[in-house]
């Protein structure tokens, strides 16, 4: 291990300012790594309907694989946090090793799957087959990269867990930017290269992504990083692979439940039309918009508690755990509440003209608008038990709130009531509010403090 300066103490302090330290840039990160799809969009948007058709049957296919590959990226931050909090620092460069190690496999893996199962998926889902051929190039392009995504992804999470946010962050926008220099480049050509069309917007977002790795790689590598990456570090060692599955499979499921329960919603809101389904689109933009601060809180709470209960402080992971969701229950409430009578003109804003979708999209927003903040708190107490390493509880917390709340509670009021589409618009606030108080008493009453360090005090160093 190196030693770094820059990397932010989590164990000492006053909670509120490290809270914030932590989360301001890990929510900027987030904002950036989403930014490439939408970058895409932007500029694949002038060649026409097929393209953008293309773009978006792409979308899923391409989620489900990240969601079911995050898990072994959560499972690298909780150790990695809690080693960092016990202090075992020669277990660090270790553990971040074998995660980059399992990371690079299971990316291979699903490099090859996709690219075998995209052609099948595609015409199963019913997408015709002109825009199927230009979604097969797209995606071909972008499982190549897989490889390089995940491994950054993973490299990123190990770095925010050790408290190293501002790196990461810059190296998420400076690839952001470079994604969006190279965009017009390679879709429409210039001087000596040719127009790629929606191939050139993967390769861009590929391109960047290699030089991301790259860089972090050389940070990681040349000691200038609290983590420290050596050759002999990258020997499997079974034990410890063994235990970060056990802690990244629940993780890997619980995302990929939240993508295709959203996947399902959105069916249910295209079987009213086409008018549900663009409103649910554009209605949901702006919730997902808000859901990167709760997902940057989020991050932050699990690496200050991973931190402290790696630290055998757990009376101060419970305390940060409890600012943290106030914190973000009564920020997001009150940008909720301040957005509702602007929910309007911000749909307007994503549907310019469509009078009918801004109406329905206005109406979904103003139901979820006022309860962000009870959205924050769950996901702070699913953060809080993933970073104590209960990550098979907050897998079951939220298969809880997707199928015993939302979805049984949207798909019989939609079908068996007279709420018809306004089902779907409702039973977001029924689900959060239902998880909410479930994640509250599992926070209070359960058993979710893990010391995960402690079972590895006996085992062998490795150095």
């Known amino acids: 291990m190196a030693a770094d300066g820059k990397a932010i103490s989590m164990t000492e302090g006053p909670l509120l300012g490290i809270l914030l330290r932590v989360a301001l840039p890990i929510t900027l990160t987030n904002l950036a790594q989403s930014g490439y799809d939408v970058v895409n969009a932007l500029w694949l948007g002038q060649l026409g309907e097929r393209v953008i058709a293309a773009v978006a049957a792409s979308g899923p296919l391409f989620t489900v694989l990240i969601s079911l590959g995050s898990g072994l990226s959560t499972a690298g931050a909780v150790l990695i946090a809690q080693n960092a909090g016990a ?19 299971v990316a291979l893996a699903f490099t090859a799957a ?33 490889v390089p995504m995940f491994g950054f992804m993973a490299m990123q999470a190990m770095l925010q867990a050790v408290g190293e946010v501002r790196f990461a962050m810059r190296v998420q926008i400076g690839s952001l930017v470079l994604n969006t220099l190279l965009d017009p480049l390679l879709i429409f050509g210039w001087g000596p290269l040719p127009a790629l069309g929606v191939v050139g917007a993967a390769l861009a977002t590929v391109v960047s992504q290699v030089l991301a790795l790259a860089i972090t790689l050389h940070h990681l590598a040349t000691g200038r990083s609290a983590l420290h990456l050596r050759r002999h570090h990258f020997r499997p060692d079974l034990a410890h692979i063994g235990m970060a599955t056990r802690l990244g499979v629940p993780a890997s499921i619980e995302q990929a439940i939240r993508t295709f329960s959203s996947l399902l919603l959105m ?59 106030w914190l973000g229950f009564g920020a ?66 939220a298969i809880v709130q997707q199928w015993l709340f939302q979805l049984p509670f949207a798909w019989a009021c939609a079908r068996l009531t007279p709420l018809g589409l306004s089902a779907v618009w409702w039973c977001y606030p029924f689900g959060g509010l239902g998880s909410a108080l479930l994640c509250i008493w599992w926070f209070r009453r359960g058993p979710w403090r893990h010391r995960l360090v402690a079972r590895q005090a006996a085992a062998p160093a490795h150095g």
């Open 332 to 397: 997001l409430t009150a940008v909720g509440l301040a957005l509702v009578p602007l929910a309007p003109t911000i749909m307007a804003a994503m549907a310019p003209g469509q009078a009918d979708v801004i109406a329905e999209a206005s109406r979904f927003a103003t139901i979820y608008l006022p309860l962000l903040g009870v959205f924050a708190v769950t996901q702070v107490l699913l953060g809080t038990f993933r970073g104590a390493g209960s990550t098979r509880q907050s897998m079951t917390l």
């Open 87 to 105: 202090r075992r620092l020669d277990a660090l460069d270790h553990v971040a090793a074998q995660t980059l190690l399992m990371v690079g496999a």
């Open 267 to 325: 069916s249910l809101a295209a079987s009213f039309g086409t008018l549900g389904l663009a409103s649910y689109g554009v209605g949901t933009r702006l919730l997902f918009f808000w859901f990167t601060p709760m997902l940057g809180l989020s991050i932050a709470t699990a690496t200050v508690v991973g931190q402290n209960i790696g630290a055998g402080r757990p009376d101060r992971a419970e305390a940060a755990a409890r600012l943290a969701a």
């Open 114 to 146: 996709g690219a075998l199962s995209a052609s099948a998926l595609l015409r199963l889902i019913g997408v015709e087959p002109a825009v199927q051929q230009l979604a097969g190039s797209y995606l071909a392009v972008r499982y190549v990269g897989m």
